[in-house]
Every structure is written in structure tokens, then in C-alpha cells.
């Protein structure tokens, strides 16, 4: 199973910026989608982006125009990068993969904690 890292989380003031990064254990070359989840104290977790082995992404309501995910298949990563952000993006997010092209993901990393506050 491959192993993922996140990093890059912290603590923002509104309109802020971060960028988060995975870092996949083995080439993820095959793998389908990568995508970032995040779930909020109370909440249910909930998909932010996805990305697609052919580079088609695919966003939240919530977060387009204001996130952007990347992957790079030379390095194993996937990132987000999140401008503008507000109270409501902090959560802790998650990085997930998952080979096939459809059904549930199959690996999840450990999570990064975003906060965004004053």
C-alpha cells in the first residue's frame, strides 16, 4: 500500500495563503486520481479537489477560485495550494489516492492542520 506524507499545514490570517504538499512512497504514475479531503471539528469529512492522472481537477464549490491542485508524477506529490483563505478552511486536511478510476480511495495520509484565524 503506498504510504502518504502531508506537510505544509499551520496557522494563517484570513486572506492568507498556504501550500500543502504529499508525498507518495512509491511513483504515482498509475495511480488514477490523488485528491485532498478535509474535515472540520464536528463535521464531516469532505472533498476539496481531485486530480486526475491526465491532469483533469476538480474542486468544491466552496474552494474554487481560491485552491489549486497539482500533482507531479517525477516527484510523487500532489499539492494544494490555497489562496485567500477564510475561518471556514480551517480543518484538518487530508491527502488520499486511489488507483482505479472510479469507487473509494484507497490510501489516505495521517493529516495536516490548517487554521485560519486573526
Known amino acids: 500500500q503506498v504510504q502518504l506524507v502531508e506537510s505544509g499545514g499551520g496557522l494563517v490570517q484570513p486572506g492568507g495563503s498556504l501550500r500543502l504538499s504529499c508525498l507518495a512512497s512509491?511513483?504515482?504514475?498509475?495511480?488514477?486520481?490523488m485528491g485532498w479531503y478535509r474535515q472540520a471539528p464536528g463535521k464531516q469529512r469532505e472533498l476539496v479537489a481531485t486530480?486526475?492522472?491526465?491532469?483533469?481537477?476538480n474542486y468544491a464549490d466552496s474552494v474554487k477560485g481560491r485552491f489549486t491542485i497539482s500533482r507531479d508524477n517525477t516527484k510523487n506529490t500532489v499539492a494544494l495550494q490555497m489562496n485567500n483563505l477564510k475561518p471556514e478552511d480551517t480543518a484538518v486536511y487530508y491527502c488520499?489516492?486511489?488507483?482505479?478510476?472510479?469507487?473509494?480511495?484507497?490510501?489516505w495520509g495521517q493529516g495536516t492542520q490548517v487554521t485560519v484565524s486573526s
Open positions: 512509491r511513483s504515482i504514475v498509475s495511480i488514477s486520481t
Open positions: 488520499a489516492l486511489r488507483v482505479a478510476p472510479l469507487g473509494a480511495f484507497d490510501s
Open positions: 486530480i486526475t492522472r491526465g491532469g483533469t481537477t
